[in-house]
């Protein structure tokens, strides 16, 4: 069950009431869904210093406002981020984490650790992490932020209490958003040619270049920075073992952002089928005049069909099949 941000409040808030606030929460839920505003209105709640709204001069409930999660870091509030080009939480800094959450504070004083997309810890970190997880010391909260709770490893989710929100991926977030672009700017010059079909497939395989390049570059990264750290303390195989891992770790990254993008895609020609139809509901409303032009200028089986030569080009790729060859022809035979 997905609860919203303010009933996953309210569900925390009640637990504190009681004396029965667990140690470490999983809030997870799609980029946008409040998972870092609601981490900080739980580091408010367990703030002594904090006050609430309180009221005004005609007694009306003041909200409390909240501000940006990363500005509430301080001496017993810590968040953690993916740092570096490899957007990974290496394990010193779970280490670092640990040392401080160990320090003696007041008695009356909460000591809070938010790690920001948590599944972007390497195993090494999370594996780290289970004992503080697991025996925490006293008056201590550990927030977990993440969009894809099945990226973390499945003992350090049985520790968590979770609370799923709900929420809907934005779909146009980075690359998303420069693919919406590119198809907007087909729509208006139209579709039904190779050349429009060629010039869109380049620019959804330029994407994946970037992304594989980036999620490449990560791997190794990871792999340089650990072989420096442990030198010689190693099984002369474990590096080797080791690189072999990250690069299938690459390739998952790789894989779930191309699933992302043909999302993306389906999701606009979604929305040229609901406007061609004069359906609400749009995932890209700001898109609604090049949809419609899409739809327009096209019979409603035509667009069927090109919406299911996108299904057939997605289960095309998750075959063992050349991938730039199988993208042509997809694009060909959805935009053509």
Known sequence: MAFSPEQAFQL??????????????????????GK?????????????????????????????????LDELGGEWV???????????????AIREVEKRLYIASGPNTWKICVIVDADRMVPAAENAFLKTLEEPPPRTLLLLLTSNPGGLLPTVLSRCVRLPLLGKTDLSAGR???????????????????????????????????????????????LKAEEKALKNAIEGDWLKRREEMLKASAEADYLQERSRLF???????????????????????????????????????????????????????????????ALEVGFLRTFA
Not at 79 to 88: A, T, V
Not at 196 to 214: D, M, P, R, T
Not at 296 to 301: K, N, W
């Open 176 to 222: 998303g958003g420069q693919l919406v672009a590119a198809l907007n700017q087909a729509a208006r010059a139209g579709f039904g040619s190779p050349t429009a079909a060629l010039g869109l497939k380049a620019v959804f395989s330029s994407l994946l270049e970037e992304c594989k390049a980036e999620a490449v570059d990560a791997a190794e990264e990871i």
């Open 263 to 325: 999302e993306v895609l389906q999701s606009w020609f979604g929305d040229v089928l609901r406007t061609k139809s004069g359906a609400g509901g749009l995932d890209f409303p700001e898109a609604r005049a090049d949809t419609a032009a899409a739809g327009g200028r096209e019979s409603m089986d035509r667009l069927v069909r090109r919406m299911e030569a996108i299904g057939q080009m997605r289960a095309t790729l998750d075959t063992n099949t050349q991938e730039q060859l």
């Open 36 to 68: 870092e505003h609601l981490a900080g209105r739980l580091i408010k709640m367990l703030d002594a210093k904090s006050t609430g709204g309180g009221f005004d001069l005609f007694g009306q409930k003041v909200e409390e406002v909240i501000p940006p």
């Open 12 to 33: 925390v808030s009640a637990a504190h009431e009681r004396g029965r606030l667990a140690h470490a929460f999983l809030i997870s839920g799609p980029v946008g869904c």
């Open 78 to 92: 810590q968040i953690l981020r993916p740092q570096s080009k490899s957007r990974r939480i290496v394990v010193d």
